[in-house]
Nanobody
């Protein structure tokens, strides 16, 4: 089992920044990738950014150049630095852990609201 706890969401004005953190515990050796997803009201959940155990990263097109995913292995933490936020980034953000390339474990979610 893997447990994930997110923090760092909140309300920010357009153009501002937020940093989300996800602390991972449990059977972390089974994890081969970590991801940040988001779900806005009335929309499907989408993968925003992901990072593998090897350090490879990928981003959805709408956040490239603005968001950065990073990992601090010693602290079992995955972070998402979000800059130049706009109202379209408003959503509940979820941290997730992949085992055998399938996202199997999820955090409780943290709300990010960007005001115009």
């Amino acid at each position: 089992q893997v447990q994930l706890v997110e923090s760092g969401g909140g309300l920010v004005q357009a153009g501002g920044s937020l940093r989300l953190s996800c602390v991972v515990s449990g059977n972390i050796f089974s994890i081969n990738a970590m991801g940040w997803f988001r779900q806005a009201p009335g929309k499907q959940r989408e993968l925003v950014a992901a990072i593998t155990t090897g350090g490879a990263t990928k981003y959805t097109d709408s956040v490239k150049g603005r968001f950065t995913i990073s990992r601090a292995n010693a602290k079992n933490t995955v972070a998402l630095q979000m800059n130049s936020l706009n109202p379209e980034d408003t959503a509940v953000y979820y941290c997730a852990a992949a085992v055998l390339n399938e996202y199997a474990y999820w955090g409780q979610g943290t709300q990010v609201t960007v005001s115009s």
